[in-house]
């Protein structure tokens, strides 16, 4: 038996109950409404009020976990026996990451008979959630704790993300695109499509005009890209647009014979960079 805890944190935009099935221990980030000092974690406010929020033009931001929340989680485990897998954000779009590194760095020198090991996953949303998943299964065959995090480096370059948004306002906050490109793209209903590069970084690919296309063009990126178009997993996420994710989810089903296994709203903490609207579709490719 694998004597070894596996922690993700909040943005894996993966249901509580899919955690908790497979034992895994998760750490939240927080996000606030910038007229309000109040902090939220994802399950403690409705994905549906979050967006209502957002399209009544409350502004959100977020915060990465800290160094010291890591490691009274992590100390938790080392005290009862147990090493520690964290399978991580994106190091190219969050601290949160690194905040973990810092956290194994000093835990290792007071724990130092238990192990604390943290996997970058390159990978962000359901993405994330999709590669912790895959995982998973390796350590219920009864990988090591090192075995499973070669497994997430190994494999995260192979992870596809691909979305679109419906607001381009959302991507100028957060410096994506410029104010006139936001301007003029939604007034004349640009859409972007974009995806995560092998930094973990979020790159703005290419734009198509309406929303009919956007939503074509990422199933067409999943046949471009997967390693097998007719075998999962394959997974959808939406900032409150669930009618779009279906829609998606049966253009996958029509053109390749497969069922998404996972649709799931993004979560709050990703929704205050993305914005209402947001569409991703999720794969496992030859690349990214």
């Given amino acids: 038996m694998n004597n070894y805890t596996v922690f993700v944190d909040s943005s894996c935009d993966t249901p509580k109950e899919v955690l908790d099935l497979h034992g895994i221990k998760c750490i939240d980030l927080r996000f606030r409404f910038v007229d309000s000092p109040e902090e939220y974690r994802n399950n403690d406010i409705d994905t549906a009020e979050f967006y209502r929020n957002l399209r009544e033009g409350r502004d959100a931001k977020t915060s990465a976990v800290n160094v010291e929340d890591f490691k009274q989680s992590f100390e938790a485990e080392l005290k009862e026996g147990r090493d520690v897998l964290y399978i991580g954000f994106s190091s190219g779009l969050s601290t949160t990451f690194n905040s973990a590194r810092l956290a194994s760095v000093e835990l290792s020198e007071v724990y130092p008979d238990r192990k604390v090991v943290v996997a970058d996953t390159l990978c962000a949303s359901t993405g994330y959630g999709m590669l912790v998943l895959l995982a998973m299964k390796k350590l219920e065959e009864g990988a090591t704790l090192e075995e499973t995090a070669k497994y997430v480096e190994d494999t995260r370059l192979n992870i596809c993300h691909w979305f679109t948004v419906d607001d381009l306002q959302f ?26 590069d092998d930094n973990g970084k979020l790159i703005n690919m290419f734009n198509v005009r309406g929303r009919k296309k956007a939503i074509k063009a990422l199933a067409d990126k999943m046949e471009e890209l997967a390693i097998d178009s007719s075998s999962g997993p394959v997974y959808i996420s939406h900032g409150d647009c669930l009618a779009d994710a279906e829609i998606l989810a049966a253009q996958i089903k029509e053109r390749f014979g497969v069922e998404v296994e996972i649709i799931t709203p993004v979560g709050p903490v990703i929704g205050s960079h993305s914005g209402p609207g947001t569409l991703a579709l999720f794969f496992v490719g030859n690349n990214r």
């Fill in 171 to 196: 991507l100028h906050r957060g410096g994506r695109v410029g104010a006139v490109a936001a301007f003029v793209g939604t007034a004349i209903g640009i859409k972007p499509v974009l995806h995560v």
